[in-house]
Every structure is written in structure tokens, then in C-alpha cells.
């Protein structure tokens, strides 16, 4: 830190001189001197000083959600069980191999995190070379606000942690990783320190999964209003828990996805971008209401700092504008069956085959994947989620407005 009480002192002796300089010539030949090595060391402390400004930090983040965050949660909880586990997922990253990411490569969790110069997260339960200094990620595919799942028979690890859940695991985690601080077992600093989680930044992306095919289609008010109370009470846990800054991702325009633009009631079921109509006022209820609960939490939290991340603008911003972001398909899936306008069957979903009439039908893979939007029915493509994550990263999309990279600052 630059010590301001030298810099005044400095200042005092150079007033001084310059004042017996202006009476005697000799002195001012040794004022002329010591000017150029005074501005010498001046520009050492002036390169020291920006360099401080300019060091990197860390925030650690925090995550919690659904298949947009997941990178193997259900897949270190229950192995063999995710359509993400097996081909073509992870295509494009990760030597090619499936991860039970939902993507052909990254999510946007992993984008955020280089983008910050941060490792590529760990799941919460996987615990075989796991890092967890630059925080953890809860985040369970399939996952609802509300406490409900979609297992019913084991076959399946969709929605196998619920928000509620998920806050429990970094409620147990962060009093497990204070205990090994205080003891000093954490030898290998792979754990955040005390100070690490107050100062880290707290992610949710939740509420798409609680609406599904049935809700899309009707506007649930006493649904949409659990949902939201489910969030808040997220919202409110973490914040008793210590948290300060949380990012809440509103839902994405779910009526213009391959999977819900295929359906049809009508002539009158589109928007003026063509999705449909019924799914997008669902979507837009819970965005709105979002945004009311986080302005009241901010009135009511003091010190916290809740923000939404409008998923919904950025997937608008590139159906409307896909050149601007290196797009050519934005309604059609890469990874599908059936060709046509969506290359969707909800029979065979990306990484699925079946037989039918006597035929082996699998679903294909499209060529040219950094031009498509969605990678399957209802998740970006990797090159889609960097720029998600980028508009994170540089503050876009922001209500109100926050600027992560801030916070990787020194404050002087």
C-alpha cells in the first residue's frame, strides 16, 4: 500500500530545497541531482503501485442449480444414469469425452470460471482430485426450486438435488471447511478460507424444471408463486449462512426451443420471433416476479447485494441479432432426430436410439456446432455459453447493474 504520511514528508523536503535552490546555484546543481533519482524512485513506486491495482484476486464461487451449472454432480451421485454421460456429449472438450455436462463441451460455470482465471470446477461429491479453493459447484441436472424430483425408479439421477438440498450441502461444507481450518488440517489449501465465503459470489440458476410440458402450457399463478417462494427462502439461507453477493439467472425463453417449438395449438400460439406463445407468458411471469423478490431483498438484507442475470435477454439478444454472435441456427437443435426445422423427436433425444419399424434410428450430430445456438432440445452450445458467459463477466444483463471483475481488484 502506498504510505501517504512518506509521500507528505517528501513533499515538505522538496519545498525546502526548491526554496534555497532559487538563492544558491550550487545547491541547485545538487536540486538537480536528486530531482532525477527522487523521479526515479518515484516511478519504481508508481510501477508497484499499478501493479497492485492491477493484481488479480479470486472470488470463489458458489453454484447452485440446475443442467445449465451441473458439471457431474448427478453422474459422481449416481454413475450411468445420464443421457450426459454417454456420446456425443463433451465433444469438443475434455479429450472429447463425456463428463455429464449437458453440453458438447463446457457450461457456462466453466466459462466464468477461466474467464476469471480460475480452474474448472469439481462437483460437491466428487471427491477423487478435487480443488475446492476457488469454491464448489452444487448444481444437480434436472434439479427444481420447489422440493421435488423426477426419480422414481432409480433408472434415472434427473432432478436428484433440489435447491433446498443443494443449500443444505454448502451449509455442511462450510462448517466442515471452517472446523478444518481452525484445526489446520487443510494443509494442501484446498479449501476456501474463512474470509473466502463472505467474499465469494453465490450463483443460482433454478425454476425451469419446475415448469414442465403441462405448466408450459398454462399460466399457474399459485405454481409460480411456490416457486418464487422457494428461491427467496434460498436466497434468505445463504445470506443467514454469511453470503452477501448472490446472482439469481432468470429463466431462459423457453417457448423458442427446438422442443417447445414444435408444438402447436394453433395459429395464434407464436410470438413475433415465432416461439411459443403459451411457454414464453409462463417464463415471463416468473421473470418479472423474480424481479420484484429481489428488489424487496435488497431493501430487506442489509449489506447483501442480490442480483438477476437475465438469461431470457441474452437468448432473445441472439435470436434477434444471431450474426452478432457468429450464428446461423437458433430454433434447431445440432444434436437431434428428424431433421426438418428443429431436428427434434421427443423420442430420441441427443445421445438416444431406438428401434422402430425394424429400423436402429439414432440421433445425429451437426457439422459446423459453433454456428447453433442449441446443442440439444433445451442446452446451449459450448460456443453459445461462452457468450453467456462472457455478458456475465462484463456485467451485461445485470439488474441491478453489477460488474463481477470488480471484485478481482485491489481496493486502495
Same mark, same amino acid.
Given at each position: ?15 525546502? &530545497? ?11 546543481? &545538487?536540486? +538537480? ?45 449416481? *454413475? ?23 453440453? #458438447? ?13 480460475? $480452474? ?16 464448489? #459447484? ?44 481452525? !484445526? ?8 476456501? +478460507?474463512?474470509? $473466502? ?15 414442465? &410440458? ?43 426451443? *427446438? ?17 411459443? !406463445?403459451? +411457454? ?32 431470457? $435477454?441474452?437468448?432473445?439478444? +441472439?435470436?434477434? #441479432? ?23 423427436? !421427443? ?27 442449441? &446443442? ?16 456475465? !463477466? ?19
Amino acid at each position: 500500500m502506498y504510505d501517504l504520511q512518506v509521500t507528505s514528508k517528501r513533499l515538505q523536503v522538496f519545498s525546502r &530545497w526548491v526554496v534555497m535552490g532559487q538563492s544558491n546555484p550550487i545547491i541547485a546543481l &545538487w536540486q +538537480a541531482a536528486l530531482l532525477g533519482v527522487w523521479g526515479m524512485v518515484a516511478a519504481v513506486e508508481g510501477r508497484e503501485l499499478w501493479s497492485q491495482r492491477m493484481k488479480p484476486c479470486s472470488p470463489p464461487l458458489f453454484v447452485f442449480g440446475a443442467s445449465y451449472m451441473d458439471v457431474g454432480e448427478n453422474a459422481a451421485a449416481m *454413475p450411468f444414469r445420464e443421457g450426459s454421460e454417454r456420446e456425443p456429449y463433451g465433444l469438443d472438450y475434455f479429450d472429447g469425452k463425456p463428463t455429464g455436462r449437458y453440453s #458438447n463441451g463446457r457450461v457456462i460455470t466453466d466459462h466464468i470460471s477461466q474467464g476469471l482465471g480460475q $480452474d474448472i470446477m469439481s462437483p460437491y461429491l466428487r471427491d477423487v482430485g478435487t480443488g475446492f479453493r476457488n469454491g464448489v #459447484n452444487f448444481a444437480s441436472s434436472g434439479s427444481t426450486a420447489r422440493n421435488s424430483s423426477f426419480i422414481f425408479d432409480g433408472s434415472s439421477s434427473g432432478g436428484l438435488f433440489s435447491l433446498s438440498i443443494q443449500v443444505d450441502q454448502f451449509r455442511v461444507f462450510h462448517k466442515q471447511a471452517l472446523k478444518m481450518y481452525q !484445526l489446520k488440517k487443510d494443509t494442501a489449501g484446498r479449501l476456501p +478460507a474463512p474470509e $473466502d465465503f463472505p467474499r465469494g459470489v453465490y450463483i443460482i440458476e433454478t425454476g425451469n424444471n419446475d415448469y414442465n &410440458w403441462l405448466h408450459l402450457d398454462q399460466n399457474d399463478e399459485a405454481l409460480i408463486s411456490s416457486v418464487l417462494e422457494h428461491i427467496e427462502h434460498a436466497i434468505q439461507t445463504l445470506y443467514l449462512d454469511g453470503a452477501r453477493t448472490i446472482v439469481v439467472f432468470d429463466i431462459f425463453p423457453r417457448g423458442c426451443y *427446438p422442443d417447445q417449438m414444435s408444438r402447436t395449438n394453433g395459429p395464434d400460439d407464436r410470438t413475433e420471433d415465432g416461439c411459443y !406463445l403459451p +411457454a414464453m407468458k409462463v417464463i415471463e411471469t416468473h421473470n418479472a416476479g423474480l424481479r420484484e423478490m429481489v428488489g424487496r431483498l435488497n431493501d430487506q438484507l442489509p449489506g447483501a447485494n442480490v442480483i438477476v442475470f437475465s438469461l431470457f $435477454d441474452m437468448f432473445m439478444s +441472439a435470436i434477434r #441479432n444471431p450474426l452478432k454472435f457468429g450464428l446461423k441456427y437458433t430454433h434447431k437443435s445440432c444434436c437431434g432426430y428428424g431433421g426438418g426445422e428443429y431436428n427434434f423427436d !421427443l423420442y430420441i433425444k441427443c445421445s438416444e436410439e431406438r428401434i422402430i419399424d425394424g429400423e436402429l434410428r439414432k440421433a445425429n450430430v451437426c457439422e459446423n456446432r459453433s454456428e447453433y445456438m442449441m &446443442w440439444d432440445a433445451i442446452h446451449p452450445t459450448d460456443a453459445f455459453t461462452f457468450h453467456i458467459a462472457q455478458a456475465f !463477466l462484463h456485467g451485461r444483463h445485470m439488474e441491478p447493474p453489477f460488474f463481477i471483475k470488480e471484485m478481482c481488484w485491489l481496493q486502495l
